[in-house]
């Protein structure tokens, strides 16, 4: 034999039997194990966040509710103070009124002369009458000729505390003990007065 058929003859032969597919290892699955029952702590914690987010919506309404009480608590306030500063800006103008000033100028004596003199500065020289003034006033501040003021007509004079811009007295009534204050009505600015609630 020769070495060519030598190495054809060492070679290995194929196999007749068809090759075997790998086996697919199949197990049965394990028995499931038992649900755990659940928790009660999980429990707990989910009941009380959700009563805890209750809670925290009750409480911001009630704190919303209690804004909007004060709220309105200060707008009845401020309309209060508006009322308050009007009536005392009248009568800041009732007592500026000339009225007002020329009667307290009256009861403390001065008078007003009805031909006044000018001194002129550059000479020195006294220009008009010169004379004094005479003891009656040329002029009745309180007379026919003043214009009335409703703001004033109870209102005392500052030299007289019992005359008032008419010259009248005022009428002093002694206090009643007994007699029940009378209680005003609210303002009615914005529409119709509404309970007060709380």
Same mark, same amino acid.
């Given at each position: =034999?020769?070495?060519?058929?030598? *190495?054809?003859?060492?070679?290995? !032969?194929?196999?007749?039997?068809?090759?075997?597919?790998?086996?697919?290892?199949?197990?049965?699955?394990?028995?499931?194990?038992? !649900?755990? !029952?659940?928790?009660?702590?999980?429990?707990?914690?989910?009941?009380? @966040?959700?009563?805890?987010?209750?809670?925290?919506? =009750? $409480?911001?309404?009630? /704190? &919303? %509710?209690?804004?909007?009480?004060?709220?309105?608590?200060?707008?009845?306030?401020?309309?209060? #103070?508006?009322?308050?500063?009007?009536?005392?800006?009248?009568?800041?103008?009732?007592?500026? $009124?000339?009225?007002? /000033? +020329?009667?307290? +100028?009256?009861?403390?004596?001065?008078?007003?002369?009805?031909?006044?003199?000018?001194?002129?500065?550059?000479?020195?020289?006294?220009?008009?009458?010169?004379? *004094?003034? @005479?003891?009656?006033?040329?002029?009745?501040?309180?007379?026919?000729?003043?214009? @009335?003021?409703?703001?004033?007509?109870? !209102?005392?004079? %500052?030299?007289?505390?019992?005359?008032?811009?008419?010259?009248?007295?005022?009428?002093?009534?002694?206090?009643? *003990?007994?007699?029940?204050? #009378?209680?005003?009505?609210?303002?009615? &600015?914005?529409?119709?007065?509404?309970?007060? %609630?709380?």
């Amino acid at each position: =034999m020769s070495l060519a058929n030598a *190495a054809v003859v060492t070679a290995p !032969r194929p196999s007749s039997a068809p090759e075997r597919a790998p086996q697919r290892r199949l197990q049965a699955v394990p028995a499931a194990a038992p !649900r755990r !029952r659940p928790k009660v702590g999980y429990a707990i914690v989910a009941f009380g @966040g959700a009563v805890a987010i209750a809670v925290a919506q =009750m $409480s911001l309404s009630v /704190l &919303t %509710t209690q804004s909007s009480y004060e709220l309105a608590q200060l707008n009845q306030d401020k309309r209060a #103070a508006t009322l308050q500063a009007q009536e005392l800006r009248d009568e800041v103008a009732g007592l500026s $009124s000339p009225q007002y /000033l +020329a009667a307290n +100028a009256a009861g403390l004596g001065m008078v007003i002369d009805g031909a006044p003199s000018f001194l002129r500065l550059s000479d020195g020289q006294i220009i008009g009458d010169g004379a *004094a003034a @005479g003891s009656a006033s040329t002029v009745d501040a309180k007379g026919r000729g003043a214009v @009335g003021n409703a703001l004033l007509d109870k !209102r005392p004079l %500052t030299t007289d505390p019992e005359a008032t811009i008419e010259g009248k007295k005022q009428e002093t009534k002694a206090p009643v *003990a007994d007699a029940p204050k #009378a209680e005003l009505p609210p303002p009615v &600015t914005e529409g119709l007065p509404s309970p007060t %609630t709380r």
